[in-house]
């Protein structure tokens, strides 16, 4: 082990003791001794033992720590540090301008345990209610994480929706968009991209020379049938090559392992393989199906629905009529009531929820009952001001350890509908998950579940739960399900759609917006939506106004 490694090893005690909280002036001298020991002319482990602990900087302590990294190769006071501290949070240490006693706020009193759930609190505005942490460091958290995660490899949709075009453009130009066509997990409208796929109608010898510019993307492999290049960015960029069996390899690198399966199954590999086809349009006509967009194209269902002609009419964009779940500065939002739903009405938008978060959400700024009472008043006032555009009163009520809800029911009463979400002691095992989601989903009070797993993508795994007896219950009282269109939720997953229609438990697609901004993420809980076939009759925010009133005036009068 060399004086480097050495280094590097109290240097992590250090600010691992700082993220900790624990004694500052031990934690000083590890890092003063990471210091001089970096700066020595010769090795430790050259050195005489009983001299170690006279060099400069250093002392007894240290001395013995060092003798212990040299004949073991590692230090038990490291070690077991590191087993008490979550692997998110000493991830932290890789954002830059991030040091360890910030990282100490940001777990210890955020109770934040990733850079993901660091992320996503930075743009629910929330780090700004912290000491040492203003606007602009928020902001600079924000950008740092972002650089960080392009690094990764791994992107959320949204975050290569906004790059993709340009790339594309960039192909069609060096080879002509007639010779380009996308495919992949992008165009399939997959939730996390982890590279970026297109068919190109050339050689490699064709190919390759178009990329060797004054600033060239790295070659990662070449095969017999693809390049993969990395971008300046982090992307991974797969060109599938060849002038022939163009649209073939466009449908196959566009549709999942089950879809392909069952539709070879329909149409015979051996004809699909002898076949030419004018399109992707000509394959399906020529299957004798509908033609099945690529974000629909995952399960065996989907091709029997194709062949039969029983396709859903999925949830377009436009069907969006009112925007559910929204936060203002009455919680920890960036923009007041009145500010939202005039934007929303500049957009043709008939109502709007304001659904601020609840007072168990302290971090949040959470609404105590005096705060709901002025609130409201608030909101009838705009009402007569913005008719007939209408803003419903809600609130995101917290679900309890216990699976009640944070307000009495006589203030739960108050409020158009509920949502009903879990934000604390998100770690928890299934039965206990199931036994505080059942509860809240059981409480005549609760409108909608919010987010139901709680996952943020790339970042925190979801807390399991039984999926299907959630829906069922959901079915059974009368609880809508909410489909997440954070772009770092999208939760409920698309994959447990189908199973939710089927049991008649109508879905929303809402933002959990806390910002102007904010409100048009709805565009990726609908992309979302359309993989699990989400159609306009289950979707909650695709009801019209009188639609919307009369749900809730129904579901009211139903459950109690």
């Not at 004949?71 to 360890?100: F, W």
Request: glycine residues 6%; negative net charge; hydrophobic residues 40%.
């Amino acid at each position: 082990m060399n004086n480097a490694d050495i280094a590097e090893h109290f240097s992590l005690l250090s600010k691992l003791m700082d993220i900790n909280g624990e004694n500052s002036f031990k934690s000083k001298t590890y890092s003063i001794a990471a210091f001089h020991i970096e700066k020595l002319e010769y090795p430790l482990k050259e050195t005489d033992r009983n001299a170690i602990a006279a060099i400069k900087g250093l002392g007894p302590s240290v001395a013995a720590k060092i003798i212990e990294l040299l004949d073991t190769g590692s230090m038990n006071a490291l070690q077991e540090i590191i087993e008490n501290t979550p692997a998110g949070v000493r991830e932290m240490l890789h954002i830059k301008g991030l040091g360890p006693k910030k990282i100490h706020t940001v777990w210890q009193e955020m109770n934040i345990q990733s850079i993901g759930e660091l992320e996503y609190a930075c743009i629910e505005n929330r780090l700004t209610r912290y000491k040492g942490f203003g606007a602009k460091t928020q902001a600079n958290v924000l950008e740092a994480i972002q650089f960080y995660n392009q690094n990764i490899g791994h992107f959320l949709y949204a975050q290569v929706a906004t790059i993709y075009p340009t790339i594309q453009n960039y192909l069609n130009g060096l080879f002509g968009p007639d010779k380009v066509a996308p495919a992949g997990d992008f165009r399939r409208q997959m939730l996390i991209i982890k590279e970026l796929e297109f068919i190109i109608a050339a050689t490699p010898d064709a190919i390759k020379p178009k990329f060797q510019t004054a600033y060239p993307p790295e070659l990662l492999e070449e095969t017999e049938t693809f390049i993969l290049y990395k971008l300046t960015n982090g992307l991974k960029l797969r060109l599938y090559f060849g002038t022939d069996h163009f649209y073939k390899k466009q449908f196959l690198y566009s549709s999942g392992e089950s879809f392909i399966n069952a539709f070879m199954e329909h149409f015979g590999k051996d004809r699909f393989n002898n076949a030419v086809f004018s399109g992707e349009k000509d394959i399906f006509e020529k299957a004798g199906a509908d033609f099945v967009p690529p974000c629909y194209r995952e399960t065996s269902e989907a091709v029997h629905q194709a062949i039969s002609k029983t396709l859903p009419q999925v949830l377009e964009v436009s069907d969006i009529k009112g925007i559910i779940h929204n936060h203002s500065t009455w919680s920890d939002g960036v923009n007041t009531i009145e500010e939202l739903a005039t934007d929303l009405i500049k957009n043709g938008f008939e109502y709007f929820v304001i659904s601020d978060h609840s007072k168990t959400a302290a971090y949040a700024n959470g609404l105590s009952e005096e705060k709901i009472l002025q609130q409201h008043q608030q909101v009838d006032e705009l009402n007569k001001k913005l008719a007939p555009f209408k803003i419903f009163k809600s609130i995101e009520s917290d679900i309890l350890n216990d699976g009640n809800l944070d307000y009495s029911d006589e203030v739960l009463a108050s409020f158009d509908l509920v949502i009903a979400s879990v934000h604390s002691n998100l770690y928890m095992k299934e039965d206990k998950g199931m036994q505080r989601l059942i509860k809240a989903i059981e409480n005549p009070y609760t409108t909608i579940l919010g987010h139901p797993t709680g996952r943020l993508l790339l970042s925190r795994n979801g807390y399991p739960i039984n999926h299907q007896k959630i829906i069922d219950a959901c079915a059974a009282n009368k609880v809508a399900i909410e489909i997440n269109a954070n772009p770092h939720r999208l939760d409920l997953d698309w994959q447990w759609i189908s199973y939710a229609m089927e049991k008649g438990v109508p879905l929303s697609v809402n933002p959990d917006a806390h910002s102007i901004a904010g409100l048009y993420d709805i565009r990726y809980g609908v992309l979302a939506a359309q993989k699990g076939g989400l159609t306009r009759d289950f979707n909650l925010s695709s009801f019209t106004l009188p639609e919307f009133e009369q749900y809730l005036a129904d579901t009211r009068a139903a459950k109690r």
